[in-house]
């Protein structure tokens, strides 16, 4: 666990270094890349999460929709 000045100073350097300028989608601990999780690979875990997440989206707008007619 990293401090909030150190974990700041980490993604300013990810926001703002031109070394890294051109890195996306990856993960990094630190300031170096790491693989993710194994489970973040399968497909079909991906997919199940963002399946729910629109259901659970779904079900907050009608939910706030219902609240503020």
Do not use: F, N, Q
Request: aromatic share 6%; charged share 25%.
């Amino acid at each position: 666990m990293h401090t909030p000045a150190v974990s700041g100073a980490d993604l300013a350097w990810l926001a703002t270094d031109p070394a890294v300028a051109h890195a996306t989608g990856r993960y990094c601990v630190g300031r170096a890349e790491r693989p993710s999780s194994k489970m973040s690979y399968d497909l079909d875990l991906r997919h199940a999460l963002y399946d729910d997440s629109i259901e659970l989206l779904d079900e907050l707008t009608v939910a706030a929709s219902s609240e503020h007619p």
